[in-house]
């Protein structure tokens, strides 16, 4: 009896152990990312809305989007970036998309429409500024960006140019600027776009550390566009629209992306199927249950 009682109690211990220190199985899957650095080229498309719903805030209008527009938006062929910022006024809301050709970014600029005028934003929010450039100078603090903005603060301008500016003009222009934006504190990023086909405006933004940063931005970039001190910017620039706020989410190709609603189907339908996949707390109970049958097994041979 003393034999069985210490081979019990053994067996026992053996298997607590195995309940505490087996690792629980759980989906550990991550997708690579789509590029391996965040490209500094391509098409951008802005919207810039105004919330005309007296009910609705600007964070309300920015959770709509991500909830529901992001897991779309960044699945799309040639998807660079979806970003989404406060402006400094509290009813306009600012977003921005990047891919790697024109024809994809038109087409996520039509998404981002067809989602307001087919879901709850209807009739709560109106176009205010809508742009659809190329990317002409993007410069970063890091020479590889592969982390995203969120949380930090942007700064945006847009101008009229209606005698219209060459590509090859805008590059020496913003690389001479472009020695004051990264002077600022918190530097982050700073690019500029022209409209095509014959770029009569241009739209600019700024990332830093700060608000203060993206504001200070702003002037730098309005002042070198009113007193022109390096003689490389058109004589005819009106500024149109300008705002600096918080980012308040920002996708990269470089980072993780939402999962888009085929994947978490499918995610979730295989978590059904397999209780050691996918929840956690299903596959500690089944963990649990597995060895607590074997206890009980063992202890009725062992009294038998």
Not at 115 to 123: A, H, M, P, T
Not at 152 to 181: F, N, Q
Not at 255 to 276: I, S, Y
Request: negative net charge; contains cysteine; glycine residues 6%.
């Amino acid at each position: 009896m003393s034999y069985n009682y210490e081979a019990f109690i053994m067996l026992y211990i053996t298997l607590l152990l195995s309940l505490i220190g087996t690792p629980v199985l759980v989906s550990a899957f991550e997708p690579e990312p789509a590029c391996t650095c965040q490209p500094t080229d391509g098409f951008l498309v802005t919207r810039l809305w105004t919330i005309v719903d007296a009910k609705m805030t600007d964070q309300d209008v920015i959770d709509e989007f991500n909830e529901g527009f992001a897991p779309i938006v960044t699945h799309m062929n040639g998807f660079q970036r979806y970003t989404a910022a406060k402006t400094g006024n509290s009813s306009t809301v600012f977003f921005m998309n990047a891919f790697d050709t024109e024809e994809l970014a038109h087409g996520a600029q039509e998404a981002a429409k067809s989602f307001v005028n087919d879901g709850r934003l209807n009739e709560a929010i109106t176009p205010n500024q809508f742009t659809e450039d190329v990317l002409v100078s993007y410069f970063n603090a890091e020479d590889c960006v592969t982390t995203d903005s969120a949380g930090l603060y942007m700064s945006t301008r847009l101008y009229d140019i209606p005698k219209g500016m060459t590509l090859d003009a805008m590059i020496e222009s913003t690389s001479t600027v472009s020695v004051d934006m990264k002077a600022i504190d918190g530097f982050v990023s700073f690019a500029s776009t022209l409209r095509p086909p014959n770029h009569t405006q241009a739209f600019f933004f700024n990332i830093y550390d700060t608000l203060e940063g993206a504001a200070a931005s702003n002037n730098a970039g309005n002042t070198n566009a009113e007193k022109d001190p390096n003689d490389n910017v058109p004589n005819d620039v009106v500024l149109i629209e300008e705002t600096a706020g918080q980012i308040a989410f920002d996708y990269i190709c470089a980072g993780k992306l939402p999962e888009d609603e085929d994947e978490k189907g499918n995610g979730d339908a295989q978590g059904a199927a397999d209780p050691l996949v996918g929840d956690t707390s299903a596959a500690q109970s089944h963990h649990l249950g597995c060895v607590l049958g074997a206890l009980m097994c063992v202890a009725a041979i062992v009294c038998n």
